[in-house]
């Protein structure tokens, strides 16, 4: 593989800002629901974020696209180590951090992740063989999901603290030999600004050879964005599946922001620990994924995400009657698994199908369904209704019925994909 260097590099920045951001925006969600009871705000406040992206991810595409990949990371890491470092600064100072500003805390993280995933895809299709494209998504989700395995442990201690008590996890008592205290937000978001300068130093170390030379397109915004419309216009299988394959993320993305807290507070009756620690179980479900899911379905893409993404269908809707901690657990590894092994079979088919000159607007594209969809079911959720009581199962049984729906198009137009 070329450009070992470089993957090394870039991995290595992307673990070492992953692993705070991920503490960040799992602290966030929690801070809301648990700490402060103002879900609905939260729920808000998401919703509104997200519908700003619509227009934001549309742009990005352009960016990465037209701009030097490398020189954006720069950009996005030095942008979120001032950001993080002022709000940081102000909760010192203050002695805590207004809930306005961690609103601006998470806005910003979110903002830079709606840059930084899509680069990262289009950069690390840039500088590899495409041999290696599924070697190089499962790496990526790998990768990614164990800085978030890392970074949900590290949340759970935390934002909970540990005294030196016995604590009961799935029928096993364990004794902590020592105590850490409860961390404070700004605390978090001081060592979140850090490592931001820690990624941005790692990506100056990246030199790399492109795989082919990308033809940049220099024409306006409002061009490029045509131009890449005109292209899934024309190949329009491969724009189906794009979106019909994204039905699982949308619905991820909506719970494990702001459906999860409220229904670990509201109907499992859990805490903080439980919130963190789940999010360790989905991370090693991702972590699995990425290590065997090529070998499990082999080169049956498709297949694979209509399989995986019923199993997610199948356990939302089990997740109405479940009271169980030990059973939610498990579950949450499996729907990681599912989650990271439908990325690593969306992205690995895209990088077959799709230039790399233009899979930064192919890709907005493609988020902007995303968008639409998450926008729709959060300023839905966000209702009162669904805050009291268990009333949050209800979205789960909603978001089941959507994945059911969305793979009717893979199973209907599966040869004709494969083909495209």
Known sequence: MKNKRAIFFLFCANSVSG??????????PWYFAGELNMPSFFGALYATITGLSLFWGLLVGTMVDRFNRKYIFLFVTGVGALLLSAISFSGYYMGTVH????????ASTYFIYSVHYPNLYAFAQEITEKKHYGRITSYIEIQGQLTTMIAGGLAALLLSGVNSDVVSFFGWEFTFPFTIEKWELHEIFAVDAITYLLAFALILLIRYVPIEERIIDTGSIKDRLIFGINYLKSNKYVFLFGIASFSVFVTILCIG?????????NHLHGGAGVYAISDVFFACGAVLAGFGIRY?????????????SLVTACIYFFYTVNYNFSLFYVTMLLIGCCNAGIRIMRMTYI?????NNIIGRTNSIFGMSNVMLRFTFLTS????????????????????????????????WYKKILKS
């Open 19 to 28: 692993v705070s951001q991920g503490i960040s925006m799992i602290a966030i």
């Open 296 to 308: 499990v379905f082999k080169q049956k893409t498709v297949v694979a995400i209509i399989v995986m």
């Open 351 to 355: 990088f077959n199908h799709i230039p």
């Open 99 to 106: 809930y306005l500003l961690v609103a601006a805390a998470f």
């Open 257 to 265: 922001f702001f459906i999860a807290p409220i229904y670990i507070n």
């Open 381 to 412: 959720f966000s209702l009162p209704f669904f805050a009291s009581g268990n009333n949050i199962i209800y979205p789960f049984m909603i978001m089941g019925c959507f994945i059911v729906v969305s793979t009717i198009p893979l199973l209907v």
